[in-house]
């Protein structure tokens, strides 16, 4: 009721409105009214249909993995710092890229940090044998607190390595971190014109990759004189990339030789060694003691032993032959020098790579004889025992690890054995079968 009379009354006011209104105006009203009608009913069809097309074209550059990679370092960084130091407001930040001739004592000196702190790092870094011999490229960073103490050294050794030391309750804790990256197999192949040497060259294969190539055959193949002219080699390489990048880590899995009277080949097995085509070895097997003759061992191996001096639990990674200075020292089996040189705490030391599994280093030594990149054989005199670094006598420190980690190499299981163990001897045959499918081989 109430909203009938309502719409009586506005009706009323707009007929009033509308008589009130001048002529012309009136008109004009009527007009407009009957153009919005018309406008109304025009079909809108062809805008819909219409459909709007974008496209987005990136600059190939800005999509590479590279231009991320750029900016993640230092963001890591200070994450790994904010972990230990949730507010390091007023803490000092120094990045150091190592040119020729640097070193850390330099760099402490420069940053006012004291030569006996140095020596406490050098003590920790005596399991990692990192930070005496630092190299062109290598990037140290250091966190130094406003009373110029120092909270966090990092090395980026390489691609793979980074090892960091934290100050925690007064004493540094170190932490070697190891990226595994990604290991892609390549095939390289050539035909013998002159030199093997040249023309696995030419093929892409790297000196270290010749080198382990013609070390894995020598007993079987002379390489420079059993060529002949047409002759072929294949030869199957892993290389380990880390987040896209060649970590120039690399290791030859499978060779194989086509002569014209014989084929030659060697497969590399999971203990490091070359084997042939049946599993029979290639090369001697490892010996448990670099020594020759027996001596006493005057520290054994142990994770949890209490340290003599700061009477702290710190492991001892390795065993203690009571050898008098000058004994020799023999590799314990073939592999490629990695590392050798003079660290304060280790004194003059070796690093031997066997194969993706082994490493073993020998510590103390008096004099060196094997330089780094070195391919060395089980025969092979590396060095002389002696009582160089923090050491409280003439011995020989040995250490053993197995893919990176530390172990009792007086009880760790060793190949001692020329051929693949029976038991083993179906793994080896798949893994070998496997190869020559990569290489595109279907037999020997
Ligand atoms: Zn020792």
Known sequence: MLLAIRLKALLKTCVLFINNLPRKHFFALILLFVFLLIISFIPSQKLRKKTIERQLVLPP?????????????????????????????????????????????????????????????LEEDKQYLRLSN??????????????????????????????????????????????????????????????????????????????????????????????????TFHILVSKQYIDGEYSFDSEVLAILIKTRLKNYSAFLYEDGRYYDQNGLGLNKAYRRSPLIKRYRIS???????????????SPHNGTDFAAPTGTKVYSIGDGIVVRAGYHPAAG????????????????????????????????????????????????????????????????????????????????????RDLFLKEMGETSI
Do not use: C
Not at 75 to 99: C, H, L, M, T, W
Not at 140 to 164: M, Q, R, S, W, Y
Not at 412 to 420: C, I, Q, T, Y
């Open 134 to 231: 630092l190299l062109p490229g290598q990037k140290v960073k250091l966190l130094i607190n406003p009373e110029n103490k120092l909270l966090v050294l990092k090395v980026v050794i390489d691609l793979a390595n980074t090892l960091t030391f934290t100050l925690k309750d007064d004493q540094y804790i170190s932490l070697l971190e190891i990226k595994k990256g990604e290991w892609r197999n390549s095939v390289f192949q050539g035909s013998v014109t002159g030199s093997f040497y040249l023309d696995a060259k030419q093929a892409g294969l790297s000196a270290g990759q010749i080198q382990q190539i013609s070390g894995a055959l020598q007993d079987k193949f002379d390489f420079n004189r059993q060529f002949r002219l047409g002759d």
């Open 348 to 431: 003059n030391y070796i690093v031997i790579k066997h194969g993706r599994k082994y490493t073993s280093r020998y510590l103390h030594l008096s004099k060196i004889y094997v330089h780094k990149g070195q391919r060395v054989t089980m025969d092979t005199l590396i060095a002389k025992t002696g009582n160089t670094g923090r050491s409280t006598g003439a011995h020989l420190h040995y250490e053993l690890h197995v893919y990176d980690r530390p172990v009792d190499a007086m009880k760790a299981r060793l190949p001692l054995s020329k051929e693949v163990p029976r038991k083993q001897i179906k793994t080896f045959m798949q893994r």
């Open 299 to 313: 520290s054994p191996f142990n994770l949890r032993r209490l340290h003599p001096i700061t009477k702290r639990i």
């Open 61 to 121: 550059m800005s999509t590479t993995a590279e231009n991320y990679a750029i900016a993640e370092p230092i963001a890591a960084v200070k994450e790994v710092y904010s972990e230990v130091f949730p507010d390091f407001s007023g803490n000092r930040e120094v990045q150091i890229e190592i040119k020729t001739g640097d070193t850390l004592s330099e760099i402490f000196q420069q940053e006012g940090l004291s030569a006996a702190l140095l020596q406490e790092l």
